[in-house]
């Protein structure tokens, strides 16, 4: 009967899209152990079958009437959706007897908007979590008009009865680190005993940085964009295994001594490398006293928690196509921004992760050097830039400017399994001619359904465009779906048709509340 869906309305593929989802749904929230256990149970039998049963009816009604209004279709097939989801959020929290890990990546080159849900979710959470890259990632957040800047720290810091948690997989340069406690300090965030430091997280030194800086500029007009943090030095030294970690300061003697190692080791390898040692020494001297107390074993924190039903959020840093296997490479970070990094860098299983949020811009950004499919250099990428404020957190460089990327979305969701997406930044397409959206590659006039790992194919590339219309009205108050202009809804039911993935919030603005979500929890 779902087949029938095809045939109905001037879009066929919608109508089956949203089948899928919804079947699709249902066969994930089947096969959780937690829904098995539920179902045994009288009222996991009458939830299921009402779920089975209302699609069932929809789709034979739908079926038996060959007029059947194409939006409402959809609207209704979206409605049992978004019940499947809220039915799957209910059980998780009602039978679950352990606590549960969500995670929030960044789906495309980074600077998506990651930090302000995170802020926006934060207090719902015990615990807030970083597990990958270091002081190269830059989060901003707007509350009560007082902007945020975060690069180590989780932005869930700002929520007061929130645990931040720097798990093993970061890289940490101290001095950074400490100036961006000093900012929260300043600005009225009290951070004590609500921060620690994974033991086992290596230490980025200003040797890490120099080198970082050396690197690029010998790479002349093939320079990679880096931020010069010292983050790929620092991770190189982590996997020769002659870094050192946080949890080696509370051991200074021996810290001091591997420190002299680490120093003549990348003498030798960069022998106009300039450092004076023993003032390096000093310094982790000095403020070991004041960074020992937040290092602590995080593995068994997370575990404890997780062991007391207390709920995770992971924020990832940096984005999937800068990641290290999955990214544009070379022109990636030093590590894995992608979902395998919340298990490698905060010590959790694969089953503790319920929900793994993607968060895509309305159209698309990079720094850095790269290929960039979908950029426009031109009066498009201009206005883009300028009106939503395109410069990076961490470095201040202007960022590339694009339109979506359908295709690069595609593989980000592929590798990633998100369960919805974060689409920020709707209300920067307001009052353009039109928008466009990239949604398929040709190679050499063919078209090609992967995303390339070679860059010259990635280069070369040409994107087939489809084009909607823009809106003129201010979408900034909107504070439900149906408040946006009919051409804004469009816009966003047509890439999550295209991605295949449901976008569940909505970025209208840059204040903390500037966000729909469309997402029904517990209830209708």
């Avoid at 049963?53 to 009437?65: C, G, I, K």
């Avoid at 990076?392 to 980000?412: A, E, H, I, K, N």
Wanted: glycine residues 10%; hydrophobic residues 40%; contains cysteine.
């Amino acid at each position: 009967r779902f087949a029938a869906l095809s045939s109905a309305g001037p879009g066929p593929s919608q109508p089956a899209f949203f089948v899928l989802r919804l079947a699709s749904a249902l066969q994930g929230l089947l096969s959780m152990n937690w829904l098995l256990q539920s179902l045994a149970s009288a009222r996991g039998t009458l939830i299921a079958g009402a779920v089975v049963s209302s699609a069932a009816v929809l789709a034979w009604n739908s079926h038996s009437s060959a007029q059947s209004d194409f939006s409402t279709t959809t609207k209704k097939l979206d409605r049992i959706l978004r019940k499947v989801t809220s039915l799957e959020h209910f059980i998780a929290k009602d039978v679950a007897k352990e606590g549960i890990v969500d995670v929030v990546l960044g789906a495309q080159w980074g600077d998506e908007g990651k930090g302000k849900l995170v802020d926006m979710l934060s207090g719902e959470y015990d615990v807030c979590a970083r597990v990958a890259g270091g002081s190269n990632a830059g989060h901003t957040i707007v509350v009560d008009g007082v902007k945020y800047k975060f690069h180590l720290v989780p932005s869930g810091i700002l929520s007061k009865t929130t645990t931040s948690v720097v798990g093993n997989g970061v890289v940490v340069h101290i001095p950074s680190l400490l100036q961006e406690l000093e900012e929260l300090e300043a600005a009225g965030v009290n951070y004590d005993d609500r921060i620690f430091l994974s033991d086992r997280a290596h230490i980025v030194f200003d040797m890490h940085q120099t080198i970082d800086g050396m690197r690029e500029a010998a790479l002349g007009k093939n320079k990679i964009g880096t931020t010069k943090k010292g983050i790929g030095p620092a991770y190189a030294t982590k996997m020769a295994r002659n870094g050192l970690r946080l949890g080696d300061l509370r051991f200074m003697d021996d810290f001091e001594a591997r420190l002299r190692d680490l120093h003549r080791s990348l003498s030798s390898q960069y022998p106009t490398l300039d450092v004076d040692i023993e003032k390096e020494v000093q310094y982790y001297r000095d403020v070991a006293r004041k960074i020992t107390p937040m290092i602590t074993d995080t593995i068994a924190l997370t575990h404890d928690s997780l062991k007391k039903n207390k709920r995770i959020l992971v924020e990832g840093a940096n984005a999937t196509m800068l990641d290290i296997d999955f990214g544009t490479y070379p022109y990636v970070t030093s590590s894995n921004p992608s979902i395998g990094s919340v298990c490698t860098g905060l010590g959790v299983a694969p089953r503790s992760i319920r929900s793994i949020w993607g968060t895509v811009k309305a159209y698309c950004t990079r720094v850095g050097d790269g290929p960039f499919p979908t950029e426009q250099e031109n009066d498009v990428g201009e206005r883009l830039r300028s009106v939503g404020g395109e410069f990076g957190t961490t470095t201040g460089r202007p960022r590339r400017c694009g339109w979506l990327d359908v295709p690069q979305m595609r593989f980000s969701a592929q590798v990633n399994g998100f369960t919805a997406l974060n689409l920020t930044k709707l209300d920067v397409l307001t009052g353009l001619d039109e928008i466009k959206i990239g949604v398929a590659y040709k190679y050499k006039g063919t078209r090609i359904e992967n995303m390339p790992s070679n860059l010259q194919v990635l280069s070369e590339v040409e994107v087939e465009y489809e084009s909607m219309p823009s809106w003129t009205e201010d979408i900034s108050k909107c504070t439900k779906f149906e408040d946006l202009p009919e051409n804004a809804q469009d816009y966003v039911l047509r890439v999550e048709e295209l991605i295949g993935c449901y976008i569940r919030w909505i970025g209208v603005g840059a204040g903390r509340d500037a966000t729909i979500d469309r997402g029904v929890l517990y209830s209708d």
